[in-house]
């Protein structure tokens, strides 16, 4: 119940619900459609391809965090050489 202005209640209750934009993710893809605040979305990137940020949140003012510009990039020679020396 909601107290109106001039205290009559109304039974109706209002919910504002936090969404983030779609998901797109070029040369890979995402691990859920789902959109609303604190879903987890995992970016899997097609062969040749690696993910700036593996794992993103749809945080409480609508965007997904942390901010990538572009979730995955090609792999280069020299990308490729330190990815094998990281492992």
């Known amino acids: ?8 209640f109304f039974d109706h209750l209002f919910i504002a619900v ?4 779609a998901l797109e993710v070029s040369n890979g893809n995402v691990s859920t459609t789902v959109t609303l605040y604190g879903t987890e ?9 690696v993910a ?14 942390p ?3 572009v979730f995955c990039k090609r792999i280069t020679y020299l990308l490729r050489c330190l990815i094998h020396r990281v492992k």
Not at 1 to 8: I, K, V, Y
Not at 41 to 49: F, K, L, M, Q, V
Request: proline share 3%.
């Open 18 to 21: 936090t969404t983030c934009p």
């Open 1 to 8: 119940m909601q107290c109106g202005l001039s205290s009559e």
């Open 67 to 69: 901010a990538v510009d």
């Open 52 to 65: 700036q940020q593996q794992m993103i949140t749809c945080n409480e003012t609508g965007q997904w965090l």
């Open 41 to 49: 979305a995992t970016i899997e990137c097609h062969d040749g391809y």
